[in-house]
């Protein structure tokens, strides 16, 4: 197995534009999380799906953040207007989902955005 | 509420020991840890659930007291692929894991 797949892995734009990161999980795996890694916010959850249905966005940061899920093997997090404080890598994780909350989480090589 | 993890560094030779401590404050359902070495994804390490059981990974172990609402991650005879910064991650409610800010360790020859 390829393990999860995200692209680009890095992305420099103007504050601004919008930036789409994309994800693929890894088969069979039926949740889905985008994480945000900053030095001073640590790994912070923004949103995750269970079955391609989002569960809890209540990590993401304001309506600048979006995120879809529209098959089992793809999901797009999207900033637009992007800014300057949006500058982080993010992780796209998957996992399988069973009776007592998940397997271990498989994450992918993340995307380093920069926005200037 | 994001976990707390103490010492926030360790300094290790190789061949010593360490232990990495997470604690959170709300009730916990799973702990689960992770590794992640510079430039690079986090990388699952093992999961514990309610129960109080301790599982091992090499010689990496871990024990989950959910009474205390905590766990402890112990690195035993340590080796320098060991180095990198430890993560727990705590499940609630859902599926969702919140994680602490992270335990940097460093080994030395």
């Known amino acids: 197995d390829a393990g999860v797949i995200q692209s680009p892995r890095h992305e420099v734009t103007e504050m601004g534009q919008e930036v789409t990161l994309r994800c693929k999980p890894i088969?069979?795996?039926?949740?889905l999380f985008w994480y945000r890694q900053t030095m001073m916010r640590g790994l912070e959850l923004l949103i995750y799906f269970n079955n391609n249905v989002p569960i809890d966005d209540s990590g993401m940061p304001e309506d600048r953040f979006s995120a879809k899920m529209p098959n089992a093997s793809f999901s797009t997090l999207k900033i637009q207007p992007s800014e300057p404080r949006d500058s982080a890598v993010y992780f796209c994780?998957?996992?399988?989902?069973?009776?007592?909350?998940?397997?271990?989480?498989?994450f992918g090589s993340g995307t380093r955005l920069t926005v200037v | 509420q994001q976990p707390v993890q103490s010492p926030q560094a360790v300094i290790l030779r190789e061949g010593e020991d360490a232990v990495i401590n997470c604690s959170s404050s709300k009730a916990l359902y799973s702990v689960h840890w992770y590794r992640q070495k510079h430039g690079e994804a986090p990388v699952f390490l093992m999961i514990?659930?309610?129960?109080?059981e301790q599982k091992g990974h090499d010689k990496i172990s871990a024990s989950f007291n959910e009474k205390k609402q905590q766990s402890s991650l112990y690195l035993t005879a340590s080796q320098l692929s060991y180095s990198g910064t430890y993560f727990c991650?705590?499940?609630?409610?859902?599926?969702?894991?919140?994680f602490g800010g992270g335990t940097r360790v460093l080994v030395k020859p």
């Open positions: 514990l659930l309610k129960g109080g």
């Open positions: 991650g705590t499940g609630t409610a859902g599926n969702k894991l919140t």
């Open positions: 088969s069979g795996h039926n949740s």
């Open positions: 994780a998957s996992s399988q989902l069973r009776d007592r909350g998940n397997y271990g989480y498989t």
